[in-house]
């Protein structure tokens, strides 16, 4: 089945507890994408990645780091959460035609908070 | 001004109703739209991207203005199933990485 998976799908953590949120896809898709989610806001993008070894920042990325070492996993690494990261995560994959636009497939979703 | 602007709603309707909400734009350099449906604690969808002549799947219809830069989208005879919050967006470039997102529109549905 095609599909993203992000793990943990719930977390509680204390400021300044390093975590990552893990995020795999297994469609092959090129273009993967972490979004956060907030009451009355749209989805922002935190940090979006085109392909292998390339990743650039969204309009939200502060306090967070990617990597993409390979194609399928995408993790979210949050280095000392603090309180104003307690949000609900997405992530989202694409076939990603450089230049193009395609339907996004999102994960089930990581509900984070943070005390 | 928010880029992307929905009413929140809720829109309550009865079964069985045509129900339309808008999405209002301000970028007119905007390149292409989309609808995403997103139920309760779930993830969104993609519903329908949203044509310059207007498009038609099913029950669902989604209309473009550029001139007053909004796009809506209509639900005819609708269905218990449909209650969700749908999610406008706008992508004001040619890649998925500039997709703008509206907070969307929460509707439900009574039977």
């Known amino acids: 089945e095609a599909q993203v998976t992000q793990n943990p799908r719930y977390l509680i953590t204390v400021t300044g507890k390093k975590l990552t949120v893990t995020c795999s896809q297994n469609m092959n898709h090129e273009y993967m994408s972490w979004y956060r989610q907030d009451p009355g806001l749209g989805l922002r993008q935190i940090y979006y990645?085109?392909?292998?070894?390339?990743?650039d920042k969204g309009d939200v990325p502060e306090g967070y780091k990617v990597s993409r070492k390979e194609k399928r996993n995408f993790p979210l690494i949050l280095e000392s959460p603090s309180p104003n990261q307690t949000s609900l995560y997405f992530c989202a994959s694409c076939v990603g035609r450089v230049g193009g636009f395609g339907e996004l497939f999102f994960g089930e979703g990581s509900r984070l908070t943070v005390l | 001004r928010k880029e992307v602007e929905q009413d929140p709603g809720p829109f309550n309707v009865p079964e069985g109703a045509t129900v339309a909400f808008n999405c209002t734009y301000s970028n007119s350099a905007s390149q292409s739209f989309f609808w995403y449906r997103q139920d309760c604690r779930k993830e969104p969808k993609l519903l329908m991207s949203v044509y310059s002549s207007g498009n038609e799947d099913g029950r669902f219809t989604a209309q473009l203005n550029r001139a007053s830069q909004y796009i809506s989208l209509l639900i005819r005879d609708s269905k218990l199933s449909d209650s969700a919050t749908y999610l406008c967006?706008?992508?004001?470039?040619?890649?998925?990485?500039?997709?703008?997102w509206g907070a969307g529109t929460k509707l439900i549905i009574k039977p």
């Open positions: 990645s085109m392909n292998v070894e390339v990743t």
């Open positions: 967006v706008v992508n004001i470039g040619d890649s998925n990485y500039q997709l703008i």
